[in-house]
C-alpha cells in the first residue's frame, strides 16, 4: 500500500511539475548561455556579433543534447535495458571518425570549396551512415539482438582505433592536431548557424520519427515473443529505430563532437518522472537533454581552466557521478522492494 | 466463431526435431488442453499455433492460414498469454492491458476495461505492474490477452504459479470465456484440473500426439500411465470448490 501511495503520489507530482521544471531549466540555461562568457555584454558594438555567436552556440548545445537524449530513450527501449547509450550502435564513433577524417582529409586533398564549419558535419553524416549501413547489413542477415550489440561494440572499436591513428597522424600538423583533440573532445563553441541549420533538420526529423516509433518501442519493452503476438512486426522497428537514432547521433555529433553521458543520464534521470512510455519520456528527455548540454556549456566558460574545459569533460565529470547516483538509488528501491 | 485447426505441425530447432507432424482440433466454445510431461513440447507447439515459432505444417485459424496473415491481423485473431512476461520496465496495470488495443490501432477504452473486469483485474488497475504478484501479473497478461477482443485465447500455464484458490477462480474464468464462444487452447501440467475443466485434450510425449479427442479419453488410465508411467486411480480424487463468501 505505501509503495502504491508513493509510486501515485511521485507520478502525480511528477506529472503535474516535470513540464514546467524543464522548461525552466532550459530557459534559464539558454539565459545564463547568452549572457555568461568571457567578453562583457555592456559594449554596445560587440553585444550583437556576441550574441549572435552565443546564439548559435547554444543552438548547438540544445541540439546535441536533444539529439543524444532522444535516442538514448529509443537505444534503451530497443534493448530493454536502461543503461544502454546511443554510442552502442557504433554511429556515435562512426559521426566521429567522418567528422574527425573531413578535418585531415580537407587541408591534405586541398578541399577548400567548402569551409571546415560545412565539411566537419558532412563528415559525421557520412561517417554515422557508412557505420548504420554496415550494421543495417548485418541485421539482414541475423534478427538477433546480441549481434546487433556486438557489431556496434567491434565497429566502435574500430572506428576508435582509426580516430587514434589520425590524432598521431595530425600532430605533425600543430593546429590540426589540436582541432582534431578538441573536436574528439565534444564542444560548441566554434559553431555557426550554418553548422547548425545542417544539423537542425537531422536532428528534427530524427526526434518526430523516433516518437512516431514509440507505441511499437513501448510494446518491445515486453520482450519480442510478446510484442510478435500482439501485432508488432519486429525486425522492421528495430531497423527503422536503429536509422533514426544514428541520424540523431550524426547530427548531435556534428554540432558538438563526442559529448559524452548524455543519452545514458537524462533518459535514466527523468524515467521516474515522465514513465516508461516513449511519447512521454522522448519529448521531455530531449528537452532536458538540451537543457543539461546547454547549462554543461556554461560550465566550460565558467570553470578555471587555460581558455575553456571541453564541453565533453564537463559532462563526464557530471554526468558519471550523478548515474552513479541514479544507478545507488534504483538499487536501493530494489532492495526495499520499491 | 473461429475453430484453429493445425496440421502435420513440425517444428526443428538446433537439428533437433522438437515436434513432429502435430495435428490439432480446438473447436469454438470449447476448452482444449495441451497436455504432457515436461519437454514434451507442449509450449512449443503453442507458439506455433500463435506463429510465433517457424515451422512446417499449416495452422489454420477459421479459413486463414495463421503465417500468411499480417501481424495485426493476427493478433486480432489470435492472443497469447505468456508463463510470465518478459516485461521489466514500470508501466502501469492499465498500460500493459492498453498494450492489447495495438493490433487495433490503440483506443478502445471500454475494451480495456471490460477485459479488466472479466479477467478479475479491476482492483489492479492503479498499480505498477512489476509491483504485482506472479499471480496478479497472470491476471493482467489475460486482461490484456481479452483486449485484443481476438476469438482465439492461447495460453500457456496459465495456472503455474498460482495457489489452489487462483487456479480455480482462473479455469472458471477460462471455462466463461470458452462458453461465450471462444476458442481456448491451453498447456496444462495439472491432470486433475484439465480433467475437471477442459472439454477436449491432446497429449503429447516427446514432441508426438499419443492421443487427442475428448478429455475423459485423454486424461485416462491407460493413455496417462503409457505417457508419465503412473496408475491414475479415478475414485482417490480431491475436490476443491471455491467458497462463497
Known sequence: MTQQTTGARRAELGARWL??????????????????????LSDPELRTTLLRLRSARLAAACLAGAALAAGGVVVQGLFRNPLASPSILGTTAGASLGGQLALVAAPTLGLTVLSPELLVPMGCLLGGGASLAVLLGLLRLTDDLLVLVLTGFILSSLFLSISGLLTSLAQDDWSLGR?????????????????????????????????????????????????????LEVEPVRRWAATWVSVLV???????????????????????????????????AAVGGAAFVALCDVLTRLLPARGEVPLGVVTGLIGAPVFLGLLLRARRAEVDGG | MVDLRASGVTLRRRGRVVLRAVDLHARAGRLTAILGPNGAGKSSLLRCLGALLPFEGQVRAGDAEVRRMDA?????????????????????????????????????????????????????AGRRFTALSVGEQQRVLLARALATEAPVLLLDEPTAALDVHHALKTFALLQRLAAAGRTLVTVVHDLAFARRFADDALLLAEGEVVCAGAVEEVVAPGPVGEVYGVAMQEAAEVRFEELTP
Do not use: Y
Open chain 1, 179 to 231: 582541432a582534431v583533440v578538441a573536436f574528439s573532445l565534444g564542444g560548441v563553441s566554434g559553431v555557426g548557424w550554418r553548422t547548425v541549420r545542417l544539423a537542425a533538420p537531422l536532428v528534427g526529423v530524427g526526434a518526430v520519427a523516433c516518437w512516431g516509433w514509440g507505441r511499437s518501442l513501448d510494446l518491445l519493452l515486453s520482450g519480442e515473443e510478446e510484442a510478435r503476438s500482439l501485432g
Open chain 1, 250 to 284: 550524426a547530427g548531435a555529433v556534428a554540432v558538438g563532437g563526442n559529448v559524452s553521458f548524455v543519452g545514458l543520464v537524462v533518459p535514466h534521470a527523468l524515467r521516474p518522472f515522465a514513465g516508461v512510455t516513449h511519447r512521454r519520456l522522448l519529448p521531455a
Open chain 2, 72 to 124: 495485426r491481423r493476427r493478433a486480432r485473431t489470435l492472443a497469447f498469454v505468456p508463463q510470465r512476461s518478459e516485461l521489466r520496465a514500470a508501466l502501469g496495470v492499465r498500460e500493459v492491458v492498453a498494450q492489447g488495443r495495438f493490433a487495433h490501432g490503440g483506443g478502445g477504452h471500454e475494451a480495456i476495461e471490460r477485459a479488466l473486469e472479466e479477467a478479475g483485474a479491476t482492483a489492479l
Open chain 1, 19 to 40: 513540464w514546467p521544471l524543464l522548461l525552466g531549466s532550459l530557459v534559464g540555461a539558454a539565459a545564463a548561455s547568452l549572457l555568461v562568457g568571457a567578453s562583457d
